[in-house]
């Protein structure tokens, strides 16, 4: 096995998801997810937010607000948009789903999600016939994602189709939640829960963007997460995808010194429905350099 940014476009697609998980780990911190909104306009209008993010360096193409029964990403004009993205990228696909917590009664703002954005064990079949290969249980603000609520969903998701899709889970924000908020978003507990419920890869806010998550308190639960055997994503969540390089260049810096397995990048750069195109190269080079960031940008699909 390969490490994930070794491998050309037709070797990711022959991937199982135990070869995916594998390779992964062998990148030892180096992988590059970017995350997209799919419902945003395209920042270069006729080319897919997918597309750009891919030319800027990321391993992993990570789609959000994405609706399962009704298949659309902007820019990509096709019944299939999730099998074109990774046609025309090469790179691992993953989407968001969302445990929404109905039991949580609240006076503040609620945002109402269509059907196909809940994460239901209907809606990762979707995902998984429309080429996903990784499923992120996480929240979006305003949406009332609770902890509780994602490890109900990794049971159900782990009973059905545990052997097929790689399971993400955490939270990046507090969603709304706001007995889950700054630094009572996560805990050991909740990370035990979620890997005893049956997730492959545990997320946390990377330090700095979330209240109370420095290097140390991150390091503590990358730690722990590793420990037991799964991989750890720190995520940008917080709009900080849109700060200067310099912010991005120590945000990557010291998530890669807490442990990170996978760094994840947000959707809201300023407008367009992603990172600001060179702070993922940015981010990207901290972690491994201008080698295998240049590489990940020039490596034809056709290979």
Known sequence: MKRLFDLTADEVRQLSKDQLLDSLKLCEGRVMMSELMAHMPAILGDVSNAEVAAAFGADIIMVNTYDTTKPFIAGMDHEEPLKEVARLTGRVIAATLEPVDLSVQSGHYREKLSAGRLATVENVAHLIEQGVRIVLLTGNPSTFVSNEAILASIREIKNQFGDQIVIASGKMHSSG????????????????????????????????????????????????????????????????????????????????????????IGDCGMGPGMAIPENIMAYSTVIRGRRHTYRQMARSVLR
Do not use: W
Not at 232 to 242: N, P, R, V, W, Y
């Open 177 to 264: 939640m706001l007995n889950e908020s700054s630094g009572e978003m996560v805990q050991i507990a909740d990370v035990d829960g979620f890997i005893d419920a049956g997730a492959d890869i545990v997320l946390v806010p990377a330090p700095g963007t979330v209240p109370g998550f420095t290097t140390s308190k991150v390091e503590g639960l990358i730690g722990h997460i590793q420990r037991r055997g799964k991989l750890a994503l720190t995520s940008i969540g917080t709009s900080q995808e849109g700060a200067d390089v310099d912010t991005i260049r120590r945000i990557a810096l010291e998530a890669k010194m807490a442990g990170s397995d996978i760094h994840h």
